[in-house]
């Protein structure tokens, strides 16, 4: 069973070309954390309100991706200057399907 971390937010209007560039490098990071699926994310520039939805292979692998140094400061910037306000949700995945066109399509 994976492992979904939803991250909602809405950013501060500062510091937005430090943000992007501070964003860029956490999806690097992640992207090679053992453990990792997948992740979406999304940003409305009206509002500055955004969603990232990510999956991870299990608990253990959500709690590094939390405990690694260059996230662990992301969150503590984002905390202290970047965000206006946000909310983590971790759940646990019990179904996970759908349709692309590479396969097809699945039932529950």
Known sequence: MSVVVIFTSRRTPAHGDEYEALSARMVELVQDH???IEMTSV???RTREGITVAY???EESVRAW???VEHAEAQRRG???LYEAYRVTVASVERDYGSTPDEGSASP
Do not use: L, M, V, Y
């Open 34 to 36: 053992p453990g990792f």
């Open 79 to 81: 905390i202290a200057e």
């Open 43 to 45: 940003r409305d520039p």
């Open 66 to 68: 939390k405990a690694h």
């Open 56 to 58: 991870f292979r299990d």
